[in-house]
């Protein structure tokens, strides 16, 4: 309940005298009064259509990811997902709630926005503001914000499902920058880019598995996140490099950066176990192996590919990064 409707529940009695206000209906009675709102057959898809939309992706059409967004095909899958059993948490149910609630491509129908959201099964504080939230967008006739499945999570198994969506609309706007830049490269040279690429992909894996704390239910969310930060610095070095705009070192900075990370690994093995929660020094010890190898292969292919920067300098670049990491475990 948002803050004025709350101070008008108190007042109420006071400003209409002896009346009392009627509450507001509960997400639970709410949903009793939905469930039976019809499925209107127009919208769906025709039987013969079915076989066609095996295997599809509503999230996919409905936001537009690594194609343009389709209302009607992403109604059609999310209701053949329905009829399959075979949905995830950014389709069937959750899809038919978003575009009856937003009126894509259908009539708004917030009734029926209500019955896919009420068989979604949230956590009850989600439910809760997910059901207010439709409920105000029936009573406002004024243009509101696009309804979203993540506008009213709650929970940390929710969190790690919005992250994990919200990596996925990232991940085009990433593939799209790195095509950009790879645009003009020769055959060679995207040859070559492949093992630092399978090595940055390590290198994420174990960072975010075994250097992030994943206590609570937000873990996976923990991990989605810290992937897609590895993912973005990754990105975001080739372009500085590809633009000449990377930071240079000498080789005496380089071995400056050596020294720090020995010293910043020695403090670590004599730090008692456990003190970091869920992460262990056998998990940050796997996770320096995967970095070394991946600062390896950024070197050997900045060698051929962006000769303007000594193996000294990127090495440099890449142990300062990972200094940076290794700090949060100093004793």
């Not at 399959?84 to 950014?90: A, E, I």
């Not at 959750?94 to 129908?109: D, T």
């Not at 937000?218 to 990754?234: M, N, P, S, V, Y």
Request: hydrophobic fraction near 35%; glycine fraction near 6%.
């Amino acid at each position: 309940m948002n803050t004025f409707l709350a101070i008008l529940t108190v007042f109420a009695p006071v400003i209409l005298g002896n009346a009392q206000a009627e509450p507001a209906p509960s997400w639970e009675k709410i949903c009793s009064q939905v469930k039976n709102t019809p499925l209107p057959l127009a919208d769906q898809p025709k039987s013969e259509a079915l076989a066609t939309l095996k295997g599809c992706d509503a999230e996919a059409l409905y936001y537009g990811i690594h194609q343009s967004p389709d209302d009607e095909k992403a109604r059609w899958c999310a209701y053949s997902q329905l009829k399959s059993g075979n949905q995830n948490m950014f389709g069937g149910d959750s899809i038919l709630m978003m575009i009856y609630a937003n009126g894509e491509g259908v009539p708004k129908n917030i009734a029926l926005a209500e019955r896919f959201a009420c068989e979604l099964n949230g956590a009850p504080a989600e439910m809760e503001g997910r059901l207010e939230n439709l409920e105000q967008r029936k009573l406002s006739t004024a243009p509101s914000t696009r309804f979203d499945l993540c506008d009213d999570i709650t929970s940390g198994y929710m969190q790690g499902f919005c992250v994990s969506h919200q990596d996925r609309m990232s991940e085009v706007k990433r593939s799209e920058q790195l095509n950009s830049l790879m645009a003009k490269w020769t055959e060679i040279e995207k040859s070559s880019f492949k093992p630092l690429q399978a090595a940055a992909k390590e290198f994420a894996k174990q960072r975010s598995q075994n250097e992030i704390e994943l206590s609570g239910t937000g873990r996976a969310a923990f991990i989605i996140e810290e992937e897609a930060l590895q993912k973005r610095d990754f990105l975001e070095s080739l372009t500085k490099l590809s633009t000449n705009q990377a930071p240079k070192y000498s080789a005496a900075q380089r071995d400056a950066e050596e020294k720090k990370m020995k010293q910043l690994l020695a403090g670590i093995l004599k730090t008692k176990s456990g003190v970091w929660g869920t992460i262990s020094k056998d998990g940050i010890n796997q996770t320096q192996k995967a970095w070394a190898t991946y600062r390896s292969a950024w070197v050997d292919f900045a060698k051929m590919k962006y000769p303007q920067y000594s193996s000294d300098s990127v090495a440099a670049w890449f142990t300062k990064k990972r200094n940076h990491m290794l700090k949060s475990f100093s004793p």
